[in-house]
């Protein structure tokens, strides 16, 4: 026997096997220590699921159990799909959430119940069943009794009452939301872009409520505010009616879809910070600004936002986005709030020289005007020079020649040249298992594309993947361009620009102005423009030995 503190350990307590080769007790080690190893290394849960029993560890720490650490073991031990939603009910039949889970176990709960279910309203509690009780022990099903919860019958309408309720009080105060309402009451429908609008509105609330991960009954209940709000929204053929948002069978409709795009740009985001916070630098970093504009805050800013979102008078618009710059950084720089700062200021999709605007506000005339100043004169022609050098590829070779005003279909001077920097600086891995290393050429496409005149820019804007910001060039060919896009979070922002060296500048702006972190693939490139052209957080940013090389060379050939 030993005592830990005021608790006293047995080994007798532990039953099963601690592995030979991990226990110190040969050594020198306290055995103080060991039994602290002993006991966070051990809690065997026994897990059933379908006709599998198998046991799962979970790590006991200062006492707590750890209930996502223990999901994801379930998940994993079973091949269950990661985003599997799994319901757990202790013995008497009540839901066990992941802040009572930990205090269950340590008060000798030893039997709980949990589900993968079509139906989460029409759940109800399978009968208990007996196990051995020297571990604890959860069984999963994917079936429940046939006969439902006449209490949650009755609750049904009610809910659906309180869905209701919910949602029109997000679109209530929610910027766009009395868009929807008109056309909805004049069309008795939706159009395909103001449904869109409509779930990123209501996802973007949930997850500022709810958090990232925002649970299936919480999904079930947006999705069930929005037909109880707009019965003419309703699926009459499926089983609730509103499958087509939120299907809890399949985990489908446009709030998961949305959801996932949500998450995945929260997890960039969260990854990014993390690099923000060692290196203090780049398009992420928070900043203060030097701007003599006075700003509104409160209800004097969200009026300032209703009424130009309506005003046709651009003069009145470039005002009132001057005037709430410092409320649009801090939605930026708010990660649950970013992925709806198009949604609130929309006039940037359709007045070319917000972007700009913005950046000057944030770093001055000098800065941004040296992109423009340097790249023509000094950098592009070192790109060049220094792109003969690379492995001579058919690719290589047609970037070279229209680099130079030579090609013939190929991109302008300056996209070739910014092309021939990406290949002078390629991607390189991060040591990812699961993300394969993609070439120079393949990361082209993150940086710029190409739209023919005249096909559909709502198809195309339709049919991408989600990515970080590039510049959509339009026009008869690719060395004859009409018109320039910034593409952020799927929507096409106009340039002023009417050349592609002057759009890629608002480009690289945009990633700044809306706080979003450069494409993985891509980080090297806009590393470089960023330190060596810009100058921007010079030393503060995290730079690859390339980067740091390609700027020694071009920047020494003026000595």
């Known amino acids: 026997m030993a005592h830990l503190g005021a608790r006293e350990v047995r080994l007798e307590d532990y039953p099963y096997n601690y592995p030979a080769d991990n226990c110190p007790c040969s050594n020198t080690s306290s ?83 949990a589900y993968v279910n079509d139906d989460y309203e029409d759940m109800s509690v399978s009968s208990e069943a007996s196990y051995p009780s020297d571990a604890s022990t959860v069984i999963l099903d994917d079936s429940f009794c046939d006969t439902p919860s006449k209490k949650m019958k009755e609750d049904v309408q009610s809910q659906r009452e309180a869905a209701k309720i919910m949602v029109n009080e997000v679109l209530q105060r929610k910027p766009g939301g009395e868009k929807i309402f008109q056309e909805y009451h004049k069309t008795k429908s939706l159009t395909g872009a103001t449904r869109r609008q409509l779930v990123n509105i209501l996802v973007a609330d949930m997850v500022e409520v709810h958090g990232r991960i925002p649970s299936q009954a919480i999904r079930v209940k947006y999705a069930q505010g929005i037909v109880a709000l707009f019965p003419y929204l309703e699926d009459p053929l499926s089983k609730h009616g509103y499958e087509h948002f939120y299907d809890a069978a399949s985990g489908s409709g446009y709030i998961s879809w949305r959801l996932k795009t949500v998450q995945r740009s929260l997890s960039d985001q969260s990854r990014s910070c993390a690099a923000v916070d060692e290196s203090n630098g780049g398009p992420k970093a928070a900043r203060l600004t030097a701007t003599t504009v006075q700003q509104l805050t409160g209800q004097e800013c969200e009026e300032a936002i209703s009424m130009m979102n309506h005003s046709s008078d651009e003069a009145v618009v470039t005002e009132k986005m001057k005037a709430t710059f410092e409320h649009r950084q801090k939605l930026v720089h708010d990660p649950d709030m970013s992925v709806d700062v198009l949604d609130t200021f929309r006039r940037f999709l359709d007045i070319p020289g917000l972007i700009e605007q913005d950046f000057l506000m944030l770093f001055g005339e000098e800065t941004s005007g040296k992109f423009l100043a340097r790249w023509p004169t000094f950098f592009r022609p070192h790109i060049v020079e220094d792109g003969k050098g690379l492995v001579p590829t058919v690719h290589v070779e047609e970037l070279l020649s229209s680099a130079q005003g030579d090609g013939d279909g190929g991109w302008d001077r300056d996209i070739a040249s910014l092309c021939l920097l990406l290949h002078l600086i390629p991607p390189t891995s991060k040591g990812h298992r699961k993300a394969a290393k993609i070439s120079a050429l393949q990361a082209e496409d993150y940086l710029v594309r190409y739209l023919q005149v005249g096909a559909s820019m709502q198809i195309f804007l339709s049919s991408l993947e989600p990515s970080q910001p590039f510049m959509l060039c339009v026009g008869e060919q690719k060395n004859k361009i009409h018109k320039f896009y910034v593409i952020v979070d799927n929507k096409a922002i106009p340039c002023r620009a009417q050349t592609s060296v002057a759009a890629f500048d608002e480009l690289f702006k945009a990633h700044f102005v809306f706080g979003t972190s450069y494409c993985e693939a891509l980080d090297g490139f806009y590393s470089f423009i960023q330190t060596t052209i810009y100058n921007i957080d010079v030393g503060k940013t995290k730079e690859k030995p390339r980067v740091r090389e390609l700027r020694a060379r071009f920047l020494n050939v003026k000595k």
Do not use: C, N
Request: charged share 30%; hydrophobic share 35%.
């Open 31 to 113: 055995v103080v220590d060991f039994l602290v190893s002993f006991i966070a290394w051990r809690m065997l849960v026994k897990v059933k699921y379908r006709s599998k029993q198998k046991y799962v560890k979970i790590t006991e720490s200062h006492g707590t159990y750890d209930y996502q650490q223990f999901h994801q073991a379930v998940v994993e031990k079973f091949g269950l799909p990661p985003d599997t939603e799994i319901i757990y009910k202790d013995s008497s039949g009540t839901e066990v959430d992941a802040d009572i889970f930990s205090e269950l176990l340590s008060k000798g709960e030893d039997l709980f119940s």
